[in-house]
């Protein structure tokens, strides 16, 4: 029972994870795409800058929007990571449970044991990837 149980519970961690790579794939591929139409978009407005002004300046404008461009994106990044995050992280989570662990050790059967690793296992996962930040 408790074997059945336990590949139960991988099989559906296994299939969730490869969803999410999957998606995950299928992301990234739109955002090369983002990338490219972005990188075509900035050529086509150096372009049209060069007839306004020196080819030089018109690279330099282009470069210090990129500047800014990045420095938003690295200002909306450090303030996300101050942000306080809520839920444990499963690092945490796992150092914690250690010395409650060789207790039970010593009082409960290996194979329950085993079974309820995997369940807490799971569930961590499960919480981690259903995680909306």
Same mark, same amino acid.
């Given at each position: 029972?408790?074997?059945?149980?336990?590949?139960?519970?991988?099989?559906?961690?296994?299939?969730?994870?490869?969803?999410?790579?999957?998606?995950?794939?299928?992301?990234?591929?739109?955002?090369?795409?983002?990338?490219?139409?972005?990188?075509?978009?900035?050529?086509?407005?150096?372009?049209?800058?060069?007839?306004?002004?020196?080819?030089?300046?018109?690279?330099?404008?282009?470069?210090?929007?990129?500047? *800014?461009?990045?420095?938003?994106?690295?200002?909306?990044?450090?303030?996300?990571?101050?942000?306080?995050?809520?839920?444990?992280?499963?690092?945490?989570?796992?150092?914690?449970? *250690?010395?409650?662990?060789?207790?039970?050790?010593?009082?409960?059967?290996?194979?329950?044991?085993?079974?309820?690793?995997?369940?807490?296992?799971?569930?961590?996962?499960?919480?981690?990837?259903?995680?909306?930040?």
């Amino acid at each position: 029972m408790w074997r059945a149980l336990t590949a139960f519970i991988m099989l559906d961690a296994g299939r969730e994870v490869r969803h999410r790579v999957g998606t995950m794939g299928i992301i990234g591929a739109a955002g090369i795409c983002g990338m490219l139409a972005m990188l075509f978009a900035l050529q086509a407005a150096q372009r049209q800058l060069e007839r306004m002004m020196s080819p030089p300046m018109a690279s330099l404008t282009v470069a210090a929007g990129l500047l *800014v461009l990045a420095s938003l994106i690295l200002l909306v990044a450090w303030l996300r990571q101050r942000r306080n995050r809520t839920g444990a992280d499963i690092g945490t989570a796992m150092l914690a449970t *250690v010395p409650l662990a060789n207790a039970v050790v010593q009082r409960i059967n290996p194979q329950v044991l085993i079974a309820a690793a995997v369940l807490a296992g799971a569930t961590m996962i499960g919480n981690r990837l259903g995680r909306k930040d």
